[in-house]
């Protein structure tokens, strides 16, 4: 089987719910995402073999989004393209599916990644349809229902996370003060990773109604701790889990150009990472926090590896809670966890978190010399994703 190497690595600045992205439709961060990409590594768009894209918010936006950006980008009309819709993990799930097809010799060169507006996701009227002769009508938010929200627990993936708190709090420090402790490095770290412009090479600028957006949006490093914990709870009135040690709500693209390795070297392209293997693991739909824990341990094991032989951990911050336990459960260092910060700061545009992180971690791992990194998340439904890269 042929090397699978990801050539580069480009995404959209993070922008807040109803921040200077608010104006740009998904379709259009993901085509901005595509073009960048493109224009980066001087690609022929007739290059491109397959497009797969995550989408997770799907309500309203439109037949097929991922075809619709596609359409809409500087490739060629007739690219073959896949939208994948797996809540959090969309973008990582279709990143792994361009991997699987071009291992399989279906295809030499793909792009893969995701987009999400969560600002423009609509509200919708659920069996409206069937008219109403009388009494309320419920109007549902389909960023809620359709990307926050497990349905067959019929519970918000918030209270999920506070049942991960119960279950570990005798055994790991997952209490309030851990998680506001972690989420307040998110910020700092972010924050100084943007001040010295560690992610202008993989950010590509959005051309916003109000201007040109080319920084990310939402790291608050000059919170503290008091700040932090006069927050009240989100989900439950003596839970832990709140807006500041939660992710962001939030929109963004980020795509990345995968290929095999003798592709690679036709284009004259020089790979910046390997793909070495990604696994996926399921458990009970109220067990997706622990999952994240049990996936990162399957994949080192599986490849012989350690802790201490990763570099960096791209874990997306869904929740600190997840991201604390995740830590302690397998002696990770902090440092090694999110080092240029992650969702809790940036925020979580569910459909594209899987390939915004692909392509920060492919540029830590070119920045810092790291040989190995992994990236991954946790799956609403009970599941988790996780890769494993190798600089080149």
């Known amino acids: 089987m042929e090397r699978i190497v990801l050539i580069d690595g480009a995404r ?19 085509r901005t995402a595509i073009d960048g990409l493109l224009d980066r590594t001087g690609v022929s768009g007739e290059e ?37 819709n797996e809540a959090s993990g969309s973008g990582l799930r279709a990143i792994t599916l361009a991997a699987d097809r071009l291992a399989s010799g279906r295809a030499d060169v793909a ?66 003060e851990a998680q506001d402790r972690y989420a307040l490095g998110s910020h700092q770290r972010a924050a100084a990773a943007i001040e010295a412009g560690l992610f202008d090479d993989e950010i590509v600028p959005v051309e916003a109604p109000t201007g040109t957006v080319d920084t ?15 927050l009240p709870t989100a989900f439950r009135e ?41 696994r996926y693991v399921y458990r009970d739909p109220d067990e997706f926090n622990e999952a994240v824990g049990d996936v990162v341990e399957r994949t080192l094991v599986e490849n012989d590896l350690t802790v201490e032989d990763i570099g960096t951990f791209w874990v997306n911050e869904a929740f600190s809670a997840q991201e ?53 998340m946790s799956i609403g439904g009970g599941g988790s994703v996780m890769s494993l890269w190798k600089r080149c």
Not at 130 to 155: A, E, P, Q
Not at 217 to 227: A, F, L, V, W, Y
Not at 338 to 354: D, L, W
């Open 12 to 30: 959209t600045p993070h922008g807040t719910l109803l921040g200077s992205l608010s104006d740009v439709e998904g379709i259009e961060l993901g």
């Open 48 to 84: 491109i073999d397959w497009v797969a894209l995550g989408n997770a918010i799907q309500a309203g936006i439109g037949q097929v989004p991922g075809r619709q950006a596609v359409v809409e980008s500087a490739l060629p009309n007739d690219t073959p393209t896949t939208t994948v």
């Open 111 to 176: 792009i893969a990644g995701g987009f999400e507006s969560m600002t423009n996701a609509p509200w919708i009227l659920p069996d409206y349809r069937k008219g109403r002769r009388h009494g309320d009508v419920t109007i549902r938010d389909s960023m809620i229902l359709d990307s926050l929200w497990d349905v067959n627990l019929d519970r918000h993936m918030g209270e999920i996370a506070e049942q991960l708190v119960d279950r570990h709090i005798d055994t790991y420090d997952v209490s309030r």
């Open 216 to 230: 990310d949006e939402g790291p608050r490093p000059d919170s503290t701790m008091d700040d932090l914990a006069a």
């Open 238 to 278: 003596d839970g832990t889990v709140t807006a500041a040690n939660a992710s962001k709500l939030s929109d963004g693209a980020g795509v990345v150009l995968l290929a095999t390795e003798s592709a690679a070297e036709e284009l004259g392209v020089e790979p910046m990472a390997e793909l070495v293997d990604y």
């Open 324 to 376: 604390v336990y995740v830590m302690e459960h397998l002696s990770i260092p902090r440092e090694k966890m999110n080092p240029r910060g992650g969702a809790v700061a940036f925020g979580h545009p569910i459909g594209a978190s899987g390939g915004m992180i692909m392509a920060s971690l492919a540029y830590e791992l070119h920045d810092e010399g790291l040989e190995y990194g992994m990236s991954g």
